[in-house]
């Protein structure tokens, strides 16, 4: 970004012939390496248009692009939810909800991600079910039905994998969003809390109006990094057998025998969903601080 | 004055933090309309001490009056007790991510639950009092120094407090800004507004003080009309803090 400034900003001044040293300075600068990215996504297409087998596999693998997305975006919005909660509990004062929260953190950080989806997909998932079974009995044992039934009605067998995954990749990203949060919070000087405070608001409205908007401005970048990560990171759900395009691909080259076909347009897929939201992720950035300056 | 004009009265109030003795013993009381300067040396407890009128800081032991109603132990009141008390504080604090106006608006909206216009007029009232009105629609960071503390200070007059307390207010200003501060301080002081005032402008304390206090070591060494303080100290201790800061 930097980068593209300085040349446009020398594009525009350096009318005068160019020297030597400044012609080698601008091809130093030069970003070659997007040259590079598009000329991968240019051959991807031709391969595409013009070979029938590559043809094949990408209208077959696609298919799972929806999946992919779907999957990304509701358990992103599940992870922020728990990532902000968690990282409230953090740095909360009361010492049970700090130390669940830095357990769950924990315990996460310290377990590799594949092991955490067939974990919470084969484990937290019962014993969460079991868990939600137990207080339907307890409520109907308050005569309270219509909260206690659809309770009892659940069953595990019933919950697809597309959930669990869902789930399991919420709750692996709210820990990282946890620290992502207690940082930037933190990152507030204490004086904005005390002013707010003196001026005679709760801890609560102080957090919602003065410490979180500005945590949150603080912390976009790294919200959107995670975002981008957690897309790549969804391929791992196809270990649950959930068709998102990394399934498919698999399911493809296993088939056909198309390896070759299968993986280049998998990862073409991938890369061209992760430059286009990392290109939205710079925007709103770039957006914020703007408004930030204009303000 | 009657004892029902008692704004605040501290009680015997020691804060430590860890095994440090921060304020140690101190009793004061402050009369509606006083201004109430306090010096003394860094690490005193000047600050801890305003702090703890406010319930900034938790007393270690002591009690806090505030007209009548007692802040330490009890805390259900404490928000409407402190929406009630200004704060004015060395680094300023304004809220970067809002305007000036909506610095000065926020509280009123969320604490006193006043509306959107009846909180703008109230606001554009004081930053016309503190001669900022036409920054309303700044952010804090496009305001020089000077200019952030009289934003802070209408922020904390819209309160419309029974008492402002000072932490300060002109030490992180440039020279050149802290008439300008000053110069609000002490219309306010003139109107009558009940202030506690920690600073190390001697100038203003002569001025607008009706009592200075001098604090050394967490306690109060010295309490005194600034003609007194100023002309004959009575303890060794303020003399020699005196004579180093006039000395400057
Ligand atoms: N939050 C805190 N935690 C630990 N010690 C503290 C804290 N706040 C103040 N202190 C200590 O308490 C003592 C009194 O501090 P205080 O800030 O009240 O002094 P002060 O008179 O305001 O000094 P200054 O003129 O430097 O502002 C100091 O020794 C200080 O280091
Ligand atoms: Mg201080």
């Known amino acids: 970004m930097a980068v593209k400034e300085t040349i446009e900003a020398k594009g525009q001044i350096a009318s005068p012939p160019l020297t030597g040293t400044e012609l080698r300075e601008k091809i130093r600068n030069f970003p070659w390496w997007i040259v590079g990215l598009v000329g991968f996504f240019v051959l991807t297409a031709h391969l595409v248009l013009t070979r029938a087998s590559y043809q094949e596999a990408f209208s077959f693998i696609r298919a799972g692009v929806g999946v992919t997305i779907q999957t990304t975006l509701i358990a992103y919005g599940f992870a ?61 044992q308050l005569g309270l039905l219509f909260i206690a039934q659809p309770l009892l009605r659940l069953e595990n067998s019933a919950v ?136 | 004055m009657s004892a029902t004009h008692e704004m605040i009265r501290v009680i015997n109030l020691r804060k430590k933090f860890g095994r440090l003795v921060a304020v140690d013993g101190v009793n004061l009381t402050v009369r509606k309309g006083q201004v109430i300067v306090i010096i003394g040396p860094s690490g005193s407890g000047k600050s801890t ?25 009890s805390q259900r ?45 109230i606001a554009m009232h004081h930053l016309e009092r503190v001669g900022i009105a036409d920054k309303a629609r700044s952010y804090p960071a496009q305001l020089s120094g000077g200019q952030q503390q009289r934003v802070a200070i209408a922020r904390a007059l819209a309160q419309d407090p029974k ?50 206090i001098f604090m050394d070591r967490g306690k109060i060494v010295e309490r005194a009309i600034p003609e007194v303080f100023f002309n004959q100290p009575a303890h060794e201790r303020s003399r020699a803090f005196l004579s180093q800061i006039l000395s400057h």
């Open chain 1, 80 to 140: 922020l939810i728990l990532g902000l909660l968690t990282g409230l509990g953090r740095i909360s004062n009361n010492v049970i909800i700090q130390n669940v929260g830095t357990l769950y953190v924990e315990l996460i950080r310290g377990i590799p991600m594949l092991v955490l989806i067939f974990f919470i997909a084969f484990v937290g998932v019962p014993a969460g079910v079991g868990l939600l079974n137990r207080i339907g009995e307890w409520f109907s």
């Open chain 1, 160 to 295: 697809p994998m597309t959930t669990r995954a869902i789930i399991a990749l919420s709750v692996t990203y709210g820990a990282f969003q946890a620290e992502i949060f207690r940082a930037g919070i933190q990152s507030i000087g204490r004086g904005q809390m005390e002013a707010a405070r003196a001026q005679g608001m709760s801890y609560w409205q102080a957090m919602r109006f003065i410490i979180l908007p500005q945590a949150i401005r603080n912390v976009l970048p790294a919200l959107g990094n995670d975002f981008v990560s957690m897309l790549k990171d969804s391929s791992l759900v196809s270990v649950l057998a959930v068709r998102d395009i990394t399934q498919i691909a698999k399911l493809y080259a296993g088939r056909s025998f198309q390896y070759q076909e299968a993986y280049v347009t998998l990862a073409a897929l991938y890369l061209m969903m992760t430059v286009v939201l990392s290109a939205f992720v710079k925007w709103l950035e770039r957006r914020v601080r703007q408004d930030e300056r204009n303000a």
């Open chain 2, 49 to 73: 001490l305003l702090r703890c009128i406010n319930h900034l800081e938790v007393p270690t032991e002591g009690e806090i009056w505030i007209e009548q109603q007692k802040i330490t132990g």
């Open chain 2, 77 to 121: 009141q404490l928000n409407a007790i402190r929406s009630q008390i200004g704060m004015v504080f060395q680094h300023f604090n304004l809220y970067p991510h809002l305007t000036v106006l909506e610095n000065v608006t926020l509280a009123q909206r969320i604490v006193r639950k006043l509306s959107k216009s009846q909180a703008e007029a």
């Open chain 2, 163 to 212: 008492i402002m307390l000072f932490d300060e207010p002109t030490s992180a200003l440039d020279p050149e800004m802290i008439k300008e501060v000053l110069d609000v301080m002490l219309a306010l002081a003139n109107e009558g507004i009940t202030m506690v005032v920690v600073t190390h402008e001697m100038g203003f304390a002569r001025a607008a003080a009706d009592e200075v």
